[in-house]
């Protein structure tokens, strides 16, 4: 299936993403707040959503991995692909939950 977009899901997955995504999810706002100062100076793209922090990368499990030895006690953790959300994410700034 094509999208008129110019290209196919996974074409504008590789083009706009990375590979996969861990989502980051931690229990109070207090320490949410401290992971981001720590997240955003680490060399993968960060985005924070209210409810958790998105970092883009080529091998989630080892940027997870990695992550959490730095220091980080993250509530939750999930790896994933990405999809055609975060490339909306990427091109518009904005999450398809937000108003």
């Not at 990405?82 to 994410?89: A, C, K, P, R």
């Amino acid at each position: 299936m094509s999208c008129p977009c110019g290209g196919s899901p996974r074409d504008l997955i590789a083009a706009h993403s990375t590979r996969e995504v861990v989502e980051l999810r931690f229990a109070t706002h207090e320490e949410h707040e401290r992971a981001g100062t720590q997240l955003h100076g680490a060399d993968e793209r960060v985005e924070e959503l209210a409810d958790r922090f998105l970092v883009y990368a080529a091998d989630g499990d080892a940027t997870a991995e990695r992550l959490t030895g730095n220091g980080l006690r993250p509530a939750a953790v999930l790896v994933r692909r990405s999809t055609l959300e975060d490339v909306f994410l990427r091109l518009t700034g904005r999450s398809l939950d937000e108003e």
